[in-house]
């Protein structure tokens, strides 16, 4: 089924359902395609979206537990900025000591490489990327 014949279909379940939720079940084909039903696959996993007219697709978390609020826009700002401090930490830290190993002094009688200096070069971008004030 091609992409276009798969949005057809859930435009279709969502014109169908008029103000009604639907549940439409996601998953992978044996050859990799997405597949988009009204009902679970037998046998297999499957993402269970909650399709509501005007709303965009929604995949029901089953590790929330139930009752709770879905987070609001801050929220997921807040917990993606934490989440991204985090990540420039480390790649920061990464780039550091990478720096720090390809920066150390030639053994005597070694003579500088082009390669060595580029690799040298790529380390400082790095801590400049990654280490920003």
Same mark, same amino acid.
């Given at each position: 089924?091609?992409?276009?014949?798969?949005?057809?279909?859930?435009?279709?379940?969502?014109?169908?359902?008029?103000?009604?939720?639907?549940?439409?079940?996601?998953?992978?084909?044996?050859?990799?395609?997405?597949?988009?039903?009204? #009902?679970?696959?037998?046998?297999?996993?499957?993402?269970?979206?909650? %399709?509501?007219? &005007? +709303?965009? /697709?929604? *995949?029901?978390?089953?590790?929330?537990?139930?009752?709770?609020?879905?987070?609001?826009?801050?929220?997921?700002?807040?917990?993606?900025k934490e989440q991204n401090?985090?990540?420039?930490?480390?790649?920061?830290? #990464?780039?550091?000591?990478?720096?720090?190993?390809?920066?150390?002094? %030639?053994?005597? &009688? +070694?003579? /500088?490489? *082009?390669?060595?200096?580029?690799?040298?070069?790529?380390?400082?971008?790095?801590?400049?990327?990654?280490?920003?004030?």
């Amino acid at each position: 089924m091609g992409m276009g014949n798969r949005l057809l279909l859930l435009a279709c379940l969502l014109a169908a359902a008029g103000a009604q939720a639907v549940d439409v079940y996601r998953w992978k084909d044996a050859k990799g395609h997405m597949v988009y039903s009204d #009902t679970p696959p037998p046998g297999r996993s499957a993402t269970k979206l909650i %399709l509501q007219a &005007g +709303a965009p /697709p929604v *995949a029901a978390d089953a590790s929330a537990p139930a009752g709770k609020p879905p987070m609001d826009g801050q929220a997921i700002n807040a917990k993606a900025k934490e989440q991204n401090k985090r990540i420039m930490d480390t790649n920061c830290r #990464t780039a550091r000591e990478n720096l720090g190993m390809v920066n150390k002094p %030639l053994p005597p &009688g +070694a003579a /500088p490489s *082009a390669s060595r200096d580029e690799s040298i070069r790529r380390a400082q971008e790095d801590v400049k990327t990654w280490c920003q004030p």
